[in-house]
T-cell receptor, first 113, second 114 residues
C-alpha cells in the first residue's frame, strides 16, 4: 500500500494557478494516482486520475514524472469556490475495493480574494 | 438520478444504543463502501462490498457490521454505540472495474454518541 505525503495547507489568490505535489515513493507498478476534492460538510468528489505523464480534464491537470514517485495536481486560475481539501490517493483499481483505498490527511487550499 | 443517498442526515445516540445507517445508489454500481471521517482528518474505510453478496473489512471495522442487501443498498450497523464512534459517515459507490477508480460519495451522516 503506497503511502502518500502532501502539504497540510496552501494559500493562493483568485486567478492564480495552484500546484499541489503529492509524494508516493513506494508506488507499485499497477497503482494509479487519483485526486479528490472535498468541500466542508460534503462527501469527496473525484477530480482526476492518471497513471503516467500528463492528464488534463476540464477542471485540472495531473503531472506524473517518469519515475512516478510523485505527482502534481494543477488547478488553473482558481476562484474562491476552489477553497477545499484536496486528497491524493494511490492504489490499484483492479483491486480497488477495500484496503487499497486510503485517504491521507489532504491539503487544505484557501483561495483569497 | 439521485446518485448516492444516505439516511439519516443527523443522529444522536446514547452510549450502548444501536442503529443502522442506510445507503442506496441508483447508478448500477458493483462496489460500495463505508467510510468515517473524524474532525480535521481524512476518510478511513470501515467496510466495503466489492459486489452484491460480498463484504469485507477495511481499515477500521471494529464495532461495526454491514449488510449488502442487494445491488443498490449497503447498510452499516452500530450494535453498541461508543463515544469514539462520533464521526461523519460517508457511503460511496463505484463501478468496480479496472478502468475507473472514481467513487461517488453520498452527503454523509453526522453521528454523535454521548
Amino acid at each position: 500500500l503506497a503511502k502518500t505525503t502532501q502539504p497540510i495547507s496552501m494559500d493562493s489568490y483568485e486567478g492564480q494557478e495552484v500546484n499541489i505535489t503529492c509524494s508516493h515513493n513506494n508506488i507499485a507498478t499497477n497503482d494509479y494516482i487519483t485526486w479528490y476534492q472535498q468541500f466542508p460538510s460534503q462527501g469527496p468528489r473525484f477530480i482526476i486520475q492518471g497513471y503516467k505523464t500528463k492528464v488534463t480534464n476540464e477542471v485540472a491537470s495531473l503531472f506524473i514524472p517518469a519515475d512516478r514517485k510523485s505527482s502534481t495536481l494543477s488547478l488553473p486560475r482558481v476562484s474562491l469556490s476552489d477553497t477545499a481539501v484536496y486528497y491524493c490517493l494511490v492504489g490499484d483499481p483492479i483491486k480497488a475495493a477495500g484496503n487499497k483505498l486510503t485517504f491521507g490527511g489532504g491539503t487544505r487550499v484557501l483561495v483569497k480574494p | 438520478n439521485a446518485g448516492v443517498t444516505q439516511t439519516p442526515k443527523f443522529q444522536v445516540l446514547k452510549t450502548g444504543q444501536s442503529m443502522t445507517l442506510q445507503c442506496a445508489q441508483d447508478m448500477n454500481h458493483n462496489s460500495m463502501y463505508w467510510y468515517r471521517q473524524d474532525p480535521g482528518m481524512g476518510l478511513r474505510l470501515i467496510y466495503y462490498s466489492a459486489s452484491e453478496g460480498t463484504t469485507d473489512k477495511g481499515e477500521v471495522p471494529n464495532g461495526y457490521n454491514v449488510s449488502r442487501l442487494n445491488k443498490r443498498e449497503f447498510s452499516l450497523r452500530l450494535e453498541s454505540a461508543a463515544p469514539s464512534q462520533t464521526s461523519v459517515y460517508f457511503c460511496a459507490s463505484s463501478e468496480g472495474t479496472d478502468s475507473s477508480y472514481e467513487q461517488y460519495f453520498g452527503p454523509g451522516t453526522r453521528l454523535t454518541v454521548t
